[in-house]
């Protein structure tokens, strides 16, 4: 494994693509399995910890205007994909 990580480009990026499409396939296939609660715990944990780091970041930024327009962005497109 040690060699793949020299020779290869973006070699990190595609083991982080793996791994999404590994994790992917392993909710698709447990999702309907599962009770309602696992599945709503399994979203809220990570949504605590990034609501937690944004918290600690959003003060550190210094274009808080480009900060809102973007998840004000996010949102919108969000709801438009959805």
């Known amino acids: 494994m040690d060699l793949f990580f020299k020779h290869v480009p973006a070699s990190g990026s595609i083991m982080n693509a793996m791994a999404i499409v590994a ?5 698709l296939a447990l999702h309907s399995r599962l009770p309602q609660r696992f599945v709503t ?3 809220q944990g990570p949504l605590l910890r990034t609501l937690f780091l ?3 970041i ?3 930024t210094q274009n808080s205007l480009v900060m809102a327009f973007s998840i004000v962005g996010g ?3 969000g709801e438009y994909l959805d």
């Open 58 to 60: 959003a003060p550190k």
């Open 23 to 27: 994790g992917s396939l392993a909710g």
């Open 41 to 43: 715990i399994t979203f």
């Open 54 to 56: 944004g918290m600690f």
């Open 75 to 77: 949102s919108l497109l």
